[in-house]
């Protein structure tokens, strides 16, 4: 049993091995300017960047935009890298500064309030989102929502870094290690900022929790 374990180990190491040798072609050729090549890598990665920044913008045109930008700077960039870390953490580095600059944006002009001041007066967003399920007991779907609204509340108020760490952990889950890389920080400074906000959640949902 250990033998075989171990020769499937073995075998996943070369595999593993072998799609990084293959990348890591790619990678050359595309920077000697094989559009082909260059095409190869975008289809390598187009459908976790998009489903990345959809998960973290959570809006289709901003995670298109974020989509078409990293992609374009890839292009621009190639031919400076280097290989001091892998393709997948130099993108997602991208990615994630990205979407940063986009959550600093909707700070700025306060997209992410849930509510907006009219002519009549406050007027709460969330009151107008549709009933997604009609089955659902009514009050539990009041606390559902009520939740919603404060987790949305306390994502504002949250720093951009703040979070994109959050979300980049609970949404996307990814390992803290990975959002370090992304983020171009070390794994302990990703772990405090997770840390700040996830206390900064509790505080606001102690009511629910």
């Not at 990678?27 to 489903?51: H, P």
């Not at 292009?75 to 600093?104: E, G, H, M």
Request: proline share 2%.
């Amino acid at each position: 049993m250990v033998e075989t374990q171990a020769g499937v180990l073995e075998s996943l190491n070369v595999h593993v091995a072998a799609e990084r040798s293959d990348e890591k072609a790619l990678i050359r050729a595309a920077q000697r300017g094989d559009s082909a090549a260059f095409e190869e890598l975008v289809r390598l990665y187009d459908t976790n960047v998009l489903r990345m920044a959809l998960n973290l913008l959570h809006s289709q045109e901003d995670a298109r935009d974020v989509y078409q930008e990293a992609f374009l700077r890839v292009y621009k960039n190639l031919p400076k890298f280097r290989f001091d870390c892998s393709f997948s953490t130099w993108l997602y580095r991208i990615v994630a500064n990205l979407c940063l600059d986009q959550i600093r944006k909707r700070k700025v002009r306060k997209e992410e309030a849930s509510s907006v001041l009219t002519a009549n007066g406050e007027y709460d967003r969330f009151q107008s989102l549709p009933e997604q399920r009609a089955d659902v007991d009514p009050q539990r779907q009041a606390l559902s929502s009520e939740v919603s609204e404060r987790m949305q509340e306390v994502l504002s108020r949250l720093t951009p870094r703040e979070r994109l760490v959050f979300e980049m952990r609970h949404y996307q889950g990814m390992r803290l290690r990975a959002i370090g890389e992304a983020l171009g920080v070390t794994e302990e400074a990703a772990k405090n900022c997770l840390f700040r906000a996830t206390q900064k959640m509790r505080n606001a949902l102690g009511d629910f929790v």
